[in-house]
Protein backbone atom coordinates (compact mmCIF):
# COMPACT_ATOMS: atom_id res chain seq x y z
CA UNK A 1 0.00 0.00 0.00
CA UNK A 2 1.50 3.79 -0.44
CA UNK A 3 2.27 6.05 2.04
CA UNK A 4 -0.02 9.14 2.69
CA UNK A 5 1.38 12.68 1.66
CA UNK A 6 2.03 13.21 5.51
CA UNK A 7 3.81 10.23 6.28
CA UNK A 8 6.83 10.32 8.30
CA UNK A 9 8.52 7.92 6.00
CA UNK A 10 8.37 9.98 3.39
CA UNK A 11 11.84 12.48 3.12
CA UNK A 12 9.85 15.72 2.86
CA UNK A 13 8.45 14.88 6.20
CA UNK A 14 11.72 13.35 7.32
CA UNK A 15 12.28 9.95 6.52
CA UNK A 16 15.08 8.18 4.82
CA UNK A 17 15.60 9.52 1.29
CA UNK A 18 15.14 7.07 -1.77
CA UNK A 19 18.68 8.12 -2.97
CA UNK A 20 21.43 9.91 -1.36
CA UNK A 21 24.15 9.34 -4.13
CA UNK A 22 24.21 12.10 -7.13
CA UNK A 23 23.24 11.09 -10.33
CA UNK A 24 25.40 11.40 -13.66
CA UNK A 25 26.16 15.57 -13.86
CA UNK A 26 26.61 17.21 -17.57
CA UNK A 27 28.58 17.92 -19.24
CA UNK A 28 30.55 15.22 -19.38
CA UNK A 29 34.17 16.17 -20.47
CA UNK A 30 37.68 14.65 -20.01
CA UNK A 31 41.14 14.70 -21.16
CA UNK A 32 39.65 15.47 -24.96
CA UNK A 33 37.87 19.03 -24.46
CA UNK A 34 41.05 20.14 -22.50
CA UNK A 35 43.37 18.97 -25.56
CA UNK A 36 41.39 20.73 -28.14
CA UNK A 37 41.21 24.28 -26.48
CA UNK A 38 44.89 23.49 -25.46
CA UNK A 39 45.27 22.83 -29.24
CA UNK A 40 43.80 25.72 -30.19
CA UNK A 41 44.85 28.55 -27.22
CA UNK A 42 48.41 27.24 -28.30
CA UNK A 43 47.73 28.13 -32.36
CA UNK A 44 47.24 31.88 -31.00
CA UNK A 45 44.11 31.42 -33.94
CA UNK A 46 41.08 32.10 -32.14
CA UNK A 47 38.90 33.04 -34.62
CA UNK A 48 37.83 31.34 -38.07
CA UNK A 49 39.09 34.22 -39.82
CA UNK A 50 42.75 33.66 -38.50
CA UNK A 51 42.89 30.65 -41.24
CA UNK A 52 43.58 31.78 -45.14
CA UNK A 53 42.00 30.37 -47.67
CA UNK A 54 45.12 28.37 -48.75
CA UNK A 55 45.52 26.65 -45.48
CA UNK A 56 42.46 24.45 -45.91
CA UNK A 57 43.32 21.27 -46.43
CA UNK A 58 40.92 20.18 -49.06
CA UNK A 59 41.96 16.86 -49.49
CA UNK A 60 41.96 15.80 -45.77
CA UNK A 61 39.31 17.72 -44.42
CA UNK A 62 38.60 14.60 -41.12
CA UNK A 63 41.74 16.56 -40.45
CA UNK A 64 41.92 19.59 -38.24
CA UNK A 65 45.66 20.56 -37.91
CA UNK A 66 46.13 24.04 -40.17
CA UNK A 67 42.71 24.38 -40.37
CA UNK A 68 39.44 26.32 -38.79
CA UNK A 69 37.66 24.41 -35.92
CA UNK A 70 34.68 26.18 -36.94
CA UNK A 71 34.56 25.48 -40.09
CA UNK A 72 35.25 21.66 -39.17
CA UNK A 73 32.46 21.81 -36.68
CA UNK A 74 30.36 23.02 -39.23
CA UNK A 75 31.47 20.00 -41.59
CA UNK A 76 30.48 17.17 -39.59
CA UNK A 77 27.61 18.49 -38.01
CA UNK A 78 26.27 18.82 -41.56
CA UNK A 79 27.47 15.60 -42.20
CA UNK A 80 26.13 14.21 -38.97
CA UNK A 81 22.54 15.20 -40.18
CA UNK A 82 22.65 14.73 -43.45
CA UNK A 83 22.40 18.27 -44.47
CA UNK A 84 24.12 20.20 -47.32
CA UNK A 85 24.69 23.17 -45.75
CA UNK A 86 26.02 24.77 -42.04
CA UNK A 87 26.97 28.01 -40.19
CA UNK A 88 28.11 27.95 -36.60
CA UNK A 89 26.64 30.77 -34.54
CA UNK A 90 26.99 32.56 -30.75
CA UNK A 91 24.23 30.86 -30.02
CA UNK A 92 20.77 28.82 -30.66
CA UNK A 93 19.07 32.26 -30.30
CA UNK A 94 21.02 33.91 -32.41
CA UNK A 95 20.50 31.24 -35.00
CA UNK A 96 16.86 31.09 -34.85
CA UNK A 97 17.02 35.13 -35.58
CA UNK A 98 19.39 34.55 -38.51
CA UNK A 99 17.04 32.06 -39.87
CA UNK A 100 14.26 34.41 -39.77
CA UNK A 101 16.11 36.99 -41.38
CA UNK A 102 17.42 35.10 -43.93
CA UNK A 103 14.01 33.33 -44.73
CA UNK A 104 12.68 36.86 -45.34
CA UNK A 105 10.58 37.51 -42.38
CA UNK A 106 8.71 41.43 -42.21
CA UNK A 107 7.50 43.49 -39.97
CA UNK A 108 3.80 42.58 -39.85
CA UNK A 109 4.00 39.31 -41.07
CA UNK A 110 2.42 36.49 -39.00
CA UNK A 111 4.42 33.30 -37.80
CA UNK A 112 2.88 30.10 -36.07
CA UNK A 113 4.50 28.74 -33.49
CA UNK A 114 3.96 26.91 -30.08
CA UNK A 115 3.56 28.38 -26.50
CA UNK A 116 5.41 25.24 -24.72
CA UNK A 117 8.17 26.19 -25.39
CA UNK A 118 11.49 28.52 -24.69
CA UNK A 119 10.73 32.60 -24.94
CA UNK A 120 13.35 32.85 -27.98
CA UNK A 121 10.98 31.00 -30.33
CA UNK A 122 8.83 33.62 -29.82
CA UNK A 123 11.32 36.53 -29.31
CA UNK A 124 13.08 35.47 -33.05
CA UNK A 125 9.58 36.90 -34.24
CA UNK A 126 9.12 39.86 -32.57
CA UNK A 127 12.47 41.04 -32.61
CA UNK A 128 11.50 40.79 -36.60
CA UNK A 129 8.57 43.28 -35.91
CA UNK A 130 6.48 40.32 -37.19
CA UNK A 131 3.44 38.73 -34.65
CA UNK A 132 3.41 35.00 -33.34
CA UNK A 133 0.21 32.88 -33.60
CA UNK A 134 0.04 30.16 -31.48
CA UNK A 135 -1.42 27.02 -31.84
CA UNK A 136 -2.17 24.80 -28.27
CA UNK A 137 0.02 21.23 -27.87
CA UNK A 138 -1.14 18.03 -28.61
CA UNK A 139 -1.86 17.04 -25.32
CA UNK A 140 0.04 13.11 -25.83
CA UNK A 141 3.43 14.32 -27.26
CA UNK A 142 3.26 18.37 -25.84
CA UNK A 143 4.70 19.36 -29.64
CA UNK A 144 2.36 21.72 -31.27
CA UNK A 145 -0.96 20.66 -32.77
CA UNK A 146 -0.23 19.86 -36.76
CA UNK A 147 -4.34 20.09 -37.32
CA UNK A 148 -4.34 23.84 -35.96
CA UNK A 149 -2.08 25.18 -38.36
CA UNK A 150 -4.19 25.99 -41.23
CA UNK A 151 -7.20 27.50 -39.69
CA UNK A 152 -4.67 29.92 -38.34
CA UNK A 153 -3.58 30.77 -41.57
CA UNK A 154 -4.01 34.49 -43.08
CA UNK A 155 -2.99 36.41 -45.70
CA UNK A 156 0.01 37.45 -43.67
CA UNK A 157 1.02 34.30 -42.53
CA UNK A 158 4.66 33.83 -43.79
CA UNK A 159 6.14 30.92 -41.68
CA UNK A 160 5.82 28.57 -39.44
CA UNK A 161 8.32 27.36 -36.54
CA UNK A 162 7.86 23.92 -35.20
CA UNK A 163 9.63 23.12 -32.08
CA UNK A 164 10.87 19.60 -31.58
CA UNK A 165 10.21 19.60 -27.62
CA UNK A 166 12.47 17.42 -25.72
CA UNK A 167 14.13 16.18 -28.64
CA UNK A 168 10.94 14.56 -29.99
CA UNK A 169 10.01 15.37 -33.40
CA UNK A 170 6.91 17.23 -34.74
CA UNK A 171 4.62 15.95 -37.23
CA UNK A 172 6.67 17.17 -39.81
CA UNK A 173 4.47 15.33 -42.79
CA UNK A 174 1.62 17.39 -41.73
CA UNK A 175 3.27 20.60 -41.06
CA UNK A 176 4.88 20.77 -44.22
CA UNK A 177 2.13 19.70 -46.15
CA UNK A 178 0.16 23.09 -44.99
CA UNK A 179 3.29 24.66 -45.79
CA UNK A 180 3.49 23.51 -49.21
CA UNK A 181 0.07 24.28 -50.09
CA UNK A 182 0.03 27.97 -48.63
CA UNK A 183 3.78 28.08 -49.93
CA UNK A 184 4.98 29.07 -45.98
CA UNK A 185 8.29 28.85 -45.20
CA UNK A 186 8.98 26.02 -41.99
CA UNK A 187 11.92 27.01 -39.87
CA UNK A 188 12.84 24.19 -37.31
CA UNK A 189 13.59 24.96 -33.62
CA UNK A 190 15.93 21.72 -32.99
CA UNK A 191 17.72 23.30 -30.14
CA UNK A 192 16.83 19.72 -28.03
CA UNK A 193 16.59 17.61 -31.18
CA UNK A 194 20.36 17.02 -32.06
CA UNK A 195 21.00 13.99 -34.24
CA UNK A 196 17.27 13.12 -33.92
CA UNK A 197 15.94 10.68 -36.84
CA UNK A 198 13.01 9.40 -38.12
CA UNK A 199 12.87 6.46 -40.42
CA UNK A 200 13.36 6.95 -44.08
CA UNK A 201 13.08 10.63 -43.48
CA UNK A 202 16.42 11.83 -42.30
CA UNK A 203 17.00 13.66 -39.36
CA UNK A 204 15.75 16.76 -37.24
CA UNK A 205 16.78 20.46 -38.67
CA UNK A 206 16.62 18.89 -42.61
CA UNK A 207 12.48 18.47 -42.74
CA UNK A 208 11.95 22.19 -43.04
CA UNK A 209 13.80 24.66 -44.61
CA UNK A 210 16.19 25.93 -42.13
CA UNK A 211 17.11 24.08 -39.03
CA UNK A 212 18.12 25.89 -36.30
CA UNK A 213 20.32 24.08 -33.00
CA UNK A 214 21.40 25.13 -29.66
CA UNK A 215 24.99 23.97 -27.57
CA UNK A 216 24.28 25.89 -24.64
CA UNK A 217 25.55 23.99 -21.57
CA UNK A 218 22.22 21.75 -20.77
CA UNK A 219 21.54 20.50 -24.71
CA UNK A 220 23.34 17.30 -25.82
CA UNK A 221 25.88 18.85 -28.02
CA UNK A 222 27.29 21.43 -25.12
CA UNK A 223 29.94 24.20 -25.53
CA UNK A 224 28.96 26.62 -23.07
CA UNK A 225 26.91 28.90 -25.63
CA UNK A 226 26.54 28.31 -29.47
CA UNK A 227 24.59 27.50 -32.27
CA UNK A 228 23.95 26.29 -35.63
CA UNK A 229 21.96 26.08 -38.91
CA UNK A 230 21.23 23.73 -40.97
CA UNK A 231 19.86 23.78 -44.62
CA UNK A 232 20.12 22.13 -48.11
CA UNK A 233 19.11 25.42 -49.61
CA UNK A 234 21.68 27.42 -51.26
CA UNK A 235 20.06 30.20 -51.33
CA UNK A 236 19.29 30.29 -47.53
CA UNK A 237 22.94 28.69 -46.60
CA UNK A 238 24.96 32.29 -48.39
CA UNK A 239 21.78 34.56 -47.05
CA UNK A 240 22.51 33.16 -43.24
CA UNK A 241 26.62 33.05 -43.89
CA UNK A 242 26.18 36.59 -44.87
CA UNK A 243 24.09 37.86 -42.24
CA UNK A 244 26.54 36.23 -39.74
CA UNK A 245 29.48 37.65 -40.85
CA UNK A 246 28.01 41.40 -41.02
CA UNK A 247 26.71 40.77 -44.49
CA UNK A 248 29.64 39.63 -45.75
CA UNK A 249 30.09 37.26 -49.09
CA UNK A 250 32.43 34.82 -49.82
CA UNK A 251 34.91 35.49 -52.03
CA UNK A 252 34.39 39.34 -51.74
CA UNK A 253 36.37 42.15 -50.63
CA UNK A 254 36.59 42.25 -46.54
CA UNK A 255 35.32 45.52 -45.89
CA UNK A 256 32.45 45.41 -48.61
CA UNK A 257 28.69 44.82 -46.86
CA UNK A 258 25.70 43.48 -48.53
CA UNK A 259 22.95 42.93 -45.89
CA UNK A 260 22.75 44.59 -42.70
CA UNK A 261 23.92 41.78 -40.69
CA UNK A 262 25.50 40.63 -37.40
CA UNK A 263 28.88 39.69 -36.42
CA UNK A 264 27.51 35.89 -34.60
CA UNK A 265 30.81 34.32 -35.67
CA UNK A 266 31.13 31.05 -33.19
CA UNK A 267 35.04 31.43 -31.45
CA UNK A 268 37.81 28.66 -32.38
CA UNK A 269 37.76 27.67 -28.85
CA UNK A 270 33.88 26.73 -29.12
CA UNK A 271 33.78 25.18 -31.60
CA UNK A 272 36.83 22.83 -30.65
CA UNK A 273 34.54 21.81 -27.64
CA UNK A 274 31.90 21.50 -30.42
CA UNK A 275 33.74 18.76 -31.98
CA UNK A 276 34.73 17.16 -29.37
CA UNK A 277 31.02 16.77 -27.62
CA UNK A 278 29.70 16.19 -31.04
CA UNK A 279 31.91 12.90 -31.21
CA UNK A 280 30.10 11.33 -27.98
CA UNK A 281 26.10 12.74 -29.18
CA UNK A 282 25.15 9.46 -30.64
CA UNK A 283 26.50 6.55 -28.32
CA UNK A 284 25.01 9.02 -25.36
CA UNK A 285 21.15 9.07 -27.08
CA UNK A 286 21.70 5.92 -27.57
CA UNK A 287 22.48 5.20 -23.99
CA UNK A 288 19.00 7.95 -23.20
CA UNK A 289 17.28 5.60 -25.82
CA UNK A 290 17.94 2.43 -23.83
CA UNK A 291 17.40 3.65 -20.26
CA UNK A 292 13.96 6.11 -21.14
CA UNK A 293 12.30 2.53 -22.28
CA UNK A 294 13.34 1.34 -19.29
CA UNK A 295 11.95 3.78 -17.35
CA UNK A 296 9.05 4.38 -18.93
CA UNK A 297 7.50 1.20 -18.99
CA UNK A 298 7.74 0.99 -14.79
CA UNK A 299 6.78 4.48 -14.92
CA UNK A 300 3.25 4.04 -17.13
CA UNK A 301 1.92 1.72 -14.55
CA UNK A 302 1.71 3.95 -11.78
CA UNK A 303 -1.55 5.84 -11.19
CA UNK A 304 -2.01 9.30 -12.50
CA UNK A 305 1.22 9.04 -14.80
CA UNK A 306 1.87 8.99 -18.42
CA UNK A 307 5.47 9.14 -20.53
CA UNK A 308 4.51 11.45 -22.86
CA UNK A 309 4.42 9.65 -26.66
CA UNK A 310 7.37 9.42 -28.68
CA UNK A 311 6.98 9.77 -32.43
CA UNK A 312 5.66 6.35 -34.12
CA UNK A 313 8.38 6.73 -36.59
CA UNK A 314 11.65 7.80 -34.50
CA UNK A 315 14.73 5.60 -35.12
CA UNK A 316 16.84 7.89 -33.24
CA UNK A 317 16.01 9.93 -30.00
CA UNK A 318 17.57 12.62 -28.22
CA UNK A 319 15.46 12.44 -25.16
CA UNK A 320 17.17 15.42 -24.15
CA UNK A 321 14.11 15.80 -21.61
CA UNK A 322 11.96 12.87 -20.42
CA UNK A 323 8.72 14.08 -20.55
CA UNK A 324 6.12 12.65 -17.92
CA UNK A 325 2.70 13.79 -16.76
CA UNK A 326 0.76 13.67 -13.91
CA UNK A 327 -3.57 13.62 -13.21
CA UNK A 328 -3.40 14.16 -9.58
CA UNK A 329 -7.11 13.40 -10.14
CA UNK A 330 -6.25 10.05 -11.40
CA UNK A 331 -3.49 9.50 -8.92
CA UNK A 332 -5.61 10.61 -5.77
CA UNK A 333 -2.34 11.78 -4.22
CA UNK A 334 -0.94 15.39 -4.28
CA UNK A 335 -0.68 18.18 -6.56
CA UNK A 336 2.14 17.93 -9.10
CA UNK A 337 4.18 20.68 -7.67
CA UNK A 338 3.96 18.44 -4.38
CA UNK A 339 5.03 15.54 -5.69
CA UNK A 340 8.18 17.34 -7.49
CA UNK A 341 9.03 18.48 -3.80
CA UNK A 342 8.55 15.68 -2.34
CA UNK A 343 10.67 13.69 -5.37
CA UNK A 344 13.77 15.71 -5.22
CA UNK A 345 13.34 15.28 -1.45
CA UNK A 346 13.88 11.56 -1.98
CA UNK A 347 16.77 12.44 -4.08
CA UNK A 348 14.85 11.66 -7.81
CA UNK A 349 15.78 15.34 -9.52
CA UNK A 350 13.07 16.57 -11.57
CA UNK A 351 11.34 20.10 -12.31
CA UNK A 352 7.69 21.31 -13.56
CA UNK A 353 9.44 23.32 -16.56
CA UNK A 354 7.86 25.67 -18.08
CA UNK A 355 5.21 27.42 -15.20
CA UNK A 356 3.51 29.76 -17.79
CA UNK A 357 2.96 29.76 -21.52
CA UNK A 358 5.46 32.32 -24.06
CA UNK A 359 1.90 34.11 -24.35
CA UNK A 360 2.02 34.86 -20.52
CA UNK A 361 5.48 36.41 -20.24
CA UNK A 362 4.72 39.89 -19.16
CA UNK A 363 6.35 41.78 -21.91
CA UNK A 364 3.70 40.04 -24.37
CA UNK A 365 1.25 42.02 -23.31
CA UNK A 366 3.34 45.56 -21.98
CA UNK A 367 2.67 48.53 -23.49
CA UNK A 368 6.15 49.43 -23.68
CA UNK A 369 5.73 46.14 -26.57
CA UNK A 370 2.55 47.28 -28.05
CA UNK A 371 3.97 50.80 -28.00
CA UNK A 372 6.75 49.40 -30.45
CA UNK A 373 4.64 47.73 -32.68
CA UNK A 374 2.77 50.28 -33.07
CA UNK A 375 5.04 52.67 -33.91
CA UNK A 376 5.66 50.64 -37.62
CA UNK A 377 2.07 50.19 -37.48
CA UNK A 378 1.32 46.65 -36.32
CA UNK A 379 -1.41 45.98 -33.82
CA UNK A 380 -0.53 42.84 -31.75
CA UNK A 381 -3.51 40.44 -30.63
CA UNK A 382 -4.84 40.47 -27.13
CA UNK A 383 -2.31 37.20 -26.34
CA UNK A 384 -4.10 36.91 -23.02
CA UNK A 385 -7.33 35.61 -24.92
CA UNK A 386 -4.63 32.61 -25.88
CA UNK A 387 -5.17 31.23 -22.36
CA UNK A 388 -8.46 30.23 -23.53
CA UNK A 389 -7.87 28.83 -26.67
CA UNK A 390 -4.72 26.79 -25.18
CA UNK A 391 -6.26 24.12 -22.82
CA UNK A 392 -3.50 21.73 -23.33
CA UNK A 393 -0.73 24.06 -22.58
CA UNK A 394 -2.57 25.79 -19.64
CA UNK A 395 -2.97 22.08 -18.11
CA UNK A 396 0.91 21.10 -19.11
CA UNK A 397 2.40 24.52 -17.28
CA UNK A 398 0.25 24.89 -14.49
CA UNK A 399 -0.50 21.36 -13.34
CA UNK A 400 0.91 18.51 -15.52
CA UNK A 401 3.88 18.54 -16.87
CA UNK A 402 7.07 16.81 -15.03
CA UNK A 403 10.48 17.29 -16.67
CA UNK A 404 13.41 14.77 -16.12
CA UNK A 405 16.71 15.98 -17.32
CA UNK A 406 18.35 13.92 -19.78
CA UNK A 407 21.97 13.54 -17.43
CA UNK A 408 19.52 11.14 -15.24
CA UNK A 409 19.36 9.23 -18.84
CA UNK A 410 23.37 8.67 -18.89
CA UNK A 411 23.46 5.98 -16.04
CA UNK A 412 22.78 2.53 -15.42
CA UNK A 413 19.79 0.45 -14.61
CA UNK A 414 20.27 1.01 -10.83
CA UNK A 415 20.10 4.97 -11.59
CA UNK A 416 16.68 4.27 -13.45
CA UNK A 417 15.57 1.76 -10.77
CA UNK A 418 16.24 4.25 -8.04
CA UNK A 419 13.85 6.82 -10.41
CA UNK A 420 11.08 3.89 -10.40
CA UNK A 421 11.76 3.84 -6.50
CA UNK A 422 10.94 7.51 -6.13
CA UNK A 423 7.91 7.79 -8.19
CA UNK A 424 6.65 4.38 -6.71
CA UNK A 425 6.97 5.08 -2.95
CA UNK A 426 4.85 8.51 -3.36
CA UNK A 427 2.32 7.11 -5.71
CA UNK A 428 2.24 3.27 -5.87
CA UNK A 429 -0.62 1.14 -5.43
Not at 312 to 317: C, D
Request: with cysteine; hydrophobic share 40%; aromatic share 8%.
Amino acid sequence: MPVSADSPSLAINGGDPVRTRPFTTWPIHDDAERDAVTAVAESGKWWRCAYSADELDIKSPDQLEGRSRVEAFEERFAKAHGAKYAVAVTNGTVALEIAMRAAGIQPGDEVITTPYTFIATSLCIMNQLAVPVYTDIDPHSYNMDASQIEGLITERTKAIIPVHFAGNPCDMRAINAVAKKHELVVIEDAAHAHGVELEGQGFAGTWGDVGCFSFQESKNVATGEGGMLLTNDKRLYDMAFSLHHLGRREGELWYKHFHQGWNARMTELTAAIGIVQLGRLFEQNARRMENSAYLCAALAELPGLEPCRNHPEIVKHSHHLQMLRYDADTSGRMSRDELIKALNAEGIPCLAGYTFPNYANPFMNSEETRSRFAAAGITLPDYAAYAERCPHTERACYSEAIWLEHRLLLGDKSDMDDIIAGFTKLLGK
